[in-house]
Structures are given as C-alpha cells and as structure tokens.
C-alpha cells in the first residue's frame, strides 16, 4: 500500500488545535512535503507524531486543513456512505412536515465543505472547497445510492470557492431535472428555482421561524421586507392574514413570490413590490400607516468581523424603522443570519432600537436555524442565524 501522506503540527503552543474543532489553520503547521498537492486527502500528527485527524488539505486558504474525522479510520467511499447515511437519519423526522431539508450541512455532518439540500424529487450539491470538489463524484454516487433522489443538481457557486482558488461549477449529474421544484413545509406549497435561486434555491434555515406565523398571523395586516420568493409573505397570507404586502429590491424574485401566492389560492391577499426596505419604512413612517406584523429577514449585513459596527447600526436604523410602523400589540419578527453578529449584540441593538424608537417589546419567541442546520457546540461557526417575534407596545 502507498504511505499516506501526513502533514505534521508544529510544537508547542503554535501547534495546539481546537479540540473538536475541524479546522486548522495554515500558520499551525510544520512545513509540508512538496509531495503533497492542494486538496489531497492527509493524516494529521501531532509534534509527537500522535494521530489527531484525517481531512483534505489546501494551503490556498487560511483553514489550511479541514478534519472529516478524529479517528483513524480511512475516508473514502464507505466513509462519504455511512456519513451521509447518518445525516439523512438525523432528518428523518422533518418528513412529516416538509419534502424539503438540509441533508447535509458542511462541518455539521462531517463533511467539510458540502452541502446538500433535498427539494422535493432534487437533491442539489454544493462543494464548497478544492478537498470537495476532488471528492465529489463519489459524494454524488452516494447521494444517489443513499438519498435516492430522481434528480442531482450540483451548485457549486459560492464566493468560498475563490478563497479556496477554484472556478464556479453548476450543471447536472445524470438526468437533466427540471430545474424548479414544487415542495411543501407544513400545508404550506412553494416552487424553487433551484437553477437561478440564491444558493440552493430556497432559505430552508427559516422553515421554523415561517410556521410559527402561525401562531399569529390570523387576520392580520403584515409587511414582509425582504420577501425574496415569498417565504414569509405566503406562508402568513395561508395561516390566514387578511393582508400581505412583500417587498424585495430585486424585481426578479417578485414573479415566483406571486406564482407561489397562486399557488396556495392566496393571491388575493397577498401584493409583491419592488422596494428598498429603508426607504419604503421611511415612506410609511411618513405617512403614519401601520402594520400588525412585520418581518425583517435581511442578507448578512456583515461579512467579515471588521464590518460588526457598521453592521449593528445597520441592524439598529432598521428595526427602529420597522418598531415605529408596527400598530401598538403588533409583532416584529426579526432576524440576523450572520454568524459573526453575536446574539448578545443583536439582542442589545433590539433594546436600543426599542428605546430610540420609543417603543417597549416582550419576547414572544427565540428564533434560530431549523434543525437540518444542526448547531455543533464544538463548532461554534454552525451557528449563524437568530431572530425573534417581539410583541411591540407604545
Ligand atoms: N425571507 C426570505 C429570504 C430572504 S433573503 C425567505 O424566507 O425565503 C434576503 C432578500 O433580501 C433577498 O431576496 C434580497 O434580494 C433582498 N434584499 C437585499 N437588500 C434589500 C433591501 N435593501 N431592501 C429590500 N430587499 C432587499
């Protein structure tokens, strides 16, 4: 058998990795075997020459090393199988209440680097990493042998994969699907444009946080502001509000939020516009209208660590907008999907947000990820998004 190819930690402190954690960083290795190619499949040892992992290894990218496991155990096919086996059970439960979850989710699962989400007869692949995307026929084998799907689309477009120096890659692995999937969450229907979507076509992280609308929304005048394909919007107007309107900055996502309205018979209810967030709230603030429920589900306001100021202020100026045109009982659902806005932070600029617009709030409900996007305590960068219904008095 051919020697496997090891990289080694350096001594002392440098050299120290994170336990349970799959990374590791460039700055934490000995220097490596030219032998060694970007995205080649290593053992790593400790200074001592003691066995900490086994994962791919890349110096393109700050996580110089990404760990599938930290037991010496062979990664290969059977690896990637049983893997995504152990996902998918973990799913299980989901299947009463959606054909659509996160099969696999990157480090979460033990598979750095990939996603795999499941629409409905689809199932949609994203490698996000050079040590994925060298792995990923037999990671598609698997899927089809284990997931069984009619259809696998891979999406691999992701900034990531310039940090990591490769090129987009998307089209089909066998049969040429459709390209958009009708799923359901709950009695709720949606269609996914897995092929131009965001990501892998639909925000499956916001599945709990859209069926708790209905505990609320009945008879309802709601505003949903970032209303991408309709998630929030359709999934209120069907748990019975008497009025949505969705609003989105980009006019190309406005078409499939009505076609999904349509499609769950609430058309009539429900209006899609074209509208920067801000300044539509300014626009109301001005004009005094109000509204019962109003959900802010914004992109990331921050990138990178740097950014977190500007992206709390950020964070701040909207919700104060949305606390001022929410009717006096009304809830503010509001969110924040980036891993590097603590919740400590978002919490504290929902007070100061609440006393700038002189408003009070109780807590009706702690939003996070759904449960297809487990959160590994070990891994504190699982999680990302958090949010909360807030009643809003004053
Ligand atoms: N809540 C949605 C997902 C929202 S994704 C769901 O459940 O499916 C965030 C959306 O915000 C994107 O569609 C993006 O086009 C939109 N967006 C970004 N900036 C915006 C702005 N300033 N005003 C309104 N919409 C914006």
Redesign the pocket.
Known sequence: MMKEKNIRLRTGKKGVVKPAHPWIFKTQLLKTDPAIRPGDIVSVTDDKGKFVGRGYYNPKSEIAIRLFTFTDEPVNKDFFRRKIAEAVEKRKSLLSVTNAYRAVFSEADALPGLIVDVYNDTAVMQALTLGMEKIKPDIADMIDEVIKPKYIYEKSASPFRKLEGIKDVTGWWGDEGPGRAEIHEGRVKFIVDIVSG?KTG??LD?RKS?MALGNVAGGKKVLD?????G??SVSAAVYGAGHVTG????EE?LGLARENAALNGVGERTEFIK????AMLKKINDSGEKFDIIIL???SFLKTRQSLIAASKGYRQLNVLAMRAIADGGVLATFSCSHNMPNELFSKTLKEAAAQSNKKFTILKRCHQAEDHPIVRAIPETEYLKGYFLKISG
């Open positions: 965001h639909f925000y916001q859209r502001l970032f209303s991408y394909t998630g929030f609003a989105d900055i980009k996502w509208a920067d967030a801000f589900d914004p992109p």
